[in-house]
C-alpha cells in the first residue's frame, strides 16, 4: 500500500505562506493523479488541487485559485502544495490524496490518503 506523509502546516498571518509536501512511499502500482484536501471542524472534506500523474496538468478549486499552486517531483513521489496570501477561512487540516479520480465534476480519492497536516492563519 502506498503511504503518504504531509508536512509544512503551521500557524501564519494573514497574507503570510506555507509550502505543503507530500511523500509517498511503498509499493505504487500505477500512476496517479494526486492531490490535497482540507476540512475545517463542522466542514466536509473539500477538493483543494489536483495534479495529474507526470504532472501535465493541474487542477484547483475556486476558492485559491491564483493563490495556490501544486506541483509533483515524480522521481521523490513528492507532491508540493505552495500557499501563497493565506486567508483565515484557509485554516483546516490538509490532507495528501493518493490517486485521486474526476467523477461527473467532482474529485474522488479512490487510495490513500495522509494523515494531514494543520495549517492555522489568524487575522
Known amino acids: 500500500q502506498v503511504q503518504l506523509v504531509e508536512s509544512g502546516g503551521g500557524l501564519v498571518q494573514a497574507g503570510g505562506s506555507l509550502r505543503l509536501s507530500c511523500v509517498a512511499s511503498?509499493?505504487?502500482?500505477?500512476?496517479?493523479?494526486m492531490g490535497w484536501f482540507r476540512q475545517a471542524p463542522g466542514k466536509e472534506r473539500e477538493f483543494v488541487a489536483a495534479i495529474t500523474a507526470f504532472g501535465a496538468s493541474t487542477y484547483y478549486a475556486d476558492s485559491v485559485k491564483g493563490r495556490f499552486t501544486i506541483s509533483r517531483v515524480s522521481a521523490r513521489n513528492t507532491v508540493y502544495l505552495q500557499m501563497n496570501s493565506l486567508k483565515p477561512e484557509d485554516t483546516a487540516v490538509y490532507y495528501c490524496a493518493g490517486r485521486l479520480d474526476l467523477r461527473d465534476g467532482r474529485w474522488t480519492n479512490s487510495a490513500s490518503w495522509g494523515q494531514g497536516t494543520q495549517v492555522a492563519v489568524s487575522s
Open positions: 511503498g509499493r505504487t502500482f500505477s500512476p496517479a493523479t
